[in-house]
């Protein structure tokens, strides 16, 4: 909660101030759904996830989810990866 109120105080400065506000240049619509994939277990799947890659990556006209997304999810040890994919 204390972050919310700091962060919503310098958004409220910084409008004030006639400060530009910073947004990300990625796009929705440059992300590539189809590549979105998790490497576990030796191996690449993708991911079926419902929100996909805008739900952890913030675009110019998204936010990321405070929840994040749950990936390699096995119980044999090794190298992890989630891979954005852009078109």
């Known amino acids: 909660m204390r972050f919310r109120a700091v962060s919503l105080s310098l958004l409220l400065a910084a409008t004030l101030s ?25 191996k690449e799947t993708p991911i079926d996830s419902t ?6 990556l913030w675009t110019g006209s998204t936010a990321s989810d405070w929840g994040g997304l749950s990936f390699g999810e096995n119980k044999v040890p090794g190298i992890r990866h989630l891979r954005l994919a852009w078109k």
């Open 18 to 42: 006639g400060a530009e506000i910073p947004t990300s240049p990625i796009a929705k619509e440059d992300l590539d759904p189809a590549a979105f994939a998790e490497w576990s277990n030796g």
């Open 51 to 56: 929100g996909g890659q805008e739900k952890i």
